[in-house]
């Protein structure tokens, strides 16, 4: 059994997504970020960061890891899904993996903090954010007007940039040139194991 700690992030919805995809059994404890619950005791002793998501894995010697890209490369390990043996493909799927998780996870990880938690707030930078995230996924948008999934095949890489689409759609159809990655996110949002992801995290 594996113990899901999460909360209606990106991040949080990642981790919940690819263990709907693994097929493991998990239970979710959803932590209350506005209540402060990523920084008491019992939680940190999960993970010391204080951040989520987290997990915990009673079939593996109670082993507690964080980071959500972590997360979801140790569960593809695990259940053999989601991560090509053949070193080609699997090169592949992690170069995209890296890209949602490192550079667009990023850029939209910034534009949330520039527009909601720093104290000084500049709609210049805000600016530089939105077009920097749209950049990063513009790669994404012509890689999808190739393929039906960022490496060719369903892989970690699209469930690491789901979440990120989703939150950032508004942005995206203003943008009104990612007609591809919308249709993508549509046959995303239709697999069972992503609808479920995204509820169990609230």
């Given at each position: 059994?594996?113990?899901?700690?999460?909360?209606?992030?990106?991040?949080?919805?990642?981790?919940?997504i690819m263990l709907?995809?693994?097929?493991?059994?998990?239970?979710?404890h959803?932590v209350?970020?506005?209540?402060g619950?990523?920084?008491r005791?019992?939680y940190?002793?999960?993970?010391p960061?204080?951040?989520i998501?987290?997990?915990v894995?009673?079939d593996?010697?109670?082993?507690?890891?964080?980071?959500?890209?972590?997360?979801?490369l140790y569960?593809?390990?695990r259940?053999g899904?989601l991560?090509?043996?053949?070193p080609v493909?699997?090169?592949r799927?992690l170069q995209w993996?890296?890209?949602a998780?490192s550079?667009?996870?990023g850029?939209?990880?910034?534009l949330?903090?520039l527009?909601?938690?720093?104290p000084d707030?500049s709609?210049?930078?805000?600016?530089?954010?939105e077009?920097r995230?749209?950049?990063?996924?513009?790669?994404?948008?012509?890689?999808l007007?190739?393929?039906?999934?960022?490496?060719?095949?369903l892989?970690?890489?699209d469930?690491a940039?789901?979440?990120?689409v989703?939150?950032?759609?508004?942005?995206?159809?203003?943008?009104?040139?990612?007609?591809?990655?919308?249709?993508?996110?549509?046959?995303?949002?239709?697999?069972?194991t992503v609808?479920?992801g995204m509820?169990a995290?609230?």
């Open positions: 059994m594996i113990d899901l700690y999460t909360a209606p992030t990106s991040n949080g919805q990642r981790a919940a709907e995809e693994s097929g493991l059994p998990y239970r979710v959803r209350d970020l506005r209540a619950e990523q920084r005791p019992e940190l002793a999960v993970n960061a204080g951040m998501p987290a997990i894995d009673h593996a010697a109670g082993l507690a890891l964080s980071q959500s890209g972590a997360i979801v569960l593809a390990e259940s899904r991560l090509p043996g053949d493909r699997r090169a799927a993996f890296m890209h998780c550079d667009v996870a850029a939209s990880s910034a949330f903090l527009s909601a938690m720093v707030k709609a210049g930078n805000i600016t530089f954010f077009e995230l749209l950049r990063f996924l513009g790669t994404a948008e012509a890689q007007e190739r393929d039906e999934y960022l490496a060719g095949e892989s970690v890489a469930v940039l789901y979440p990120v989703v939150a950032r759609r508004p942005l995206v159809e203003k943008a009104d040139r990612f007609g591809a990655l919308l249709r993508w996110a549509e046959r995303m949002a239709a697999r069972p609808a479920r509820a995290c609230g």
